[in-house]
């Protein structure tokens, strides 16, 4: 075939719409190609063989762990994390933390609780959740935790409004006392980069749709921010301030779309947005980047 044809470069035909997770929808602003090796063809990637748990199973567990503690903190009365009763979330963060790691052999163990409890040397994960929320003012009326957002919502695009079905899945809404919410997304590498990411922005627009009348109140986001564990700020905001926020929204918004509709002509060139990429990619062997010179 021609080395110009469409088909030789990772374009396989249109397919019916369907509902995508904004997850895999991320994975195809990284590269064409690999969400199509993951999610069209389904390939497996190959199992890790390390003796600690990879990032994916460490991220899985730490969500588990926050999910615990503030399940039971509210379970136990409470709801903002302020200074006066920051001593107890650290000593309730503990118990919880201490259980959880019951279920690791010891050398992950010792791992996970540095990571989540700190050391003389560095504070932990924890620390870094209960400061930021300490630090603010607004209290919370309630925290809804590993909240789904899955089915039918609105989104503004140039083109006019467009209905898209999309699955996914909030770490953490906190329902503030002002009317607004606070979403946030545990990382538990580097914050991504703002200018392209869909979930946080994505996410928001489908809490305010899906909290409109929670509780018989109507709920305005307010702030949205990654919680990173790597990368000079745990805390990263969203936007930098209340003005940018319709923008960085409504650019969200068109990136869904423009990348809904390559994926539904069926455009899936090996083209990563950073060739380094490449040299972790689980789908090196069935690519061919290499020799159709995309990349």
Partial sequence: SPADA????????????????VSAIETYLDCPFRFFAQHV????????????MDPRRQGRFMHEVFETFF???????HRTITSANLDRARDLFEEVVDRALE???AAEAGLERTRLLGSPAAAGLGEAVFRMEAERS?????????????????FTTSGGARTIAIKGKADRIDLLDDGTFRLIDYKLGW???????????????CAEQQLASHNGRSWRLGEAMYLAFKGPRRVVPLFAKPADRDKVLSDAQQ????????????????TPDDVYRCETCAFTAVCRKDYVGDV
Avoid at 71 to 77: E, S
Avoid at 191 to 205: E, K, W
């Fill in 41 to 52: 063809l389904k390939l497996q990637e190959e199992p890790e063989d390390e003796e600690v």
């Fill in 191 to 205: 914050p991504p980069d703002r200018s392209r990411a869909l979930q946080l922005p994505i996410y928001s627009v």
């Fill in 71 to 77: 399940t039971a903190w509210q379970a136990a009365g």
């Fill in 138 to 154: 607004a209290g919370v009326v309630q925290r809804l935790l590993e909240q789904r957002l899955e089915g039918t919502f609105t």
């Fill in 255 to 270: 990136r869904l779309a423009d990348t809904l509709d390559a994926i539904a002509r069926g455009e899936f060139p090996p």
């Fill in 6 to 21: 469409a088909d030789y470069h990772g374009v396989v035909g249109s397919a019916p719409a369907r509902a995508w997770a």
């Fill in 103 to 105: 279920q690791l052999p």
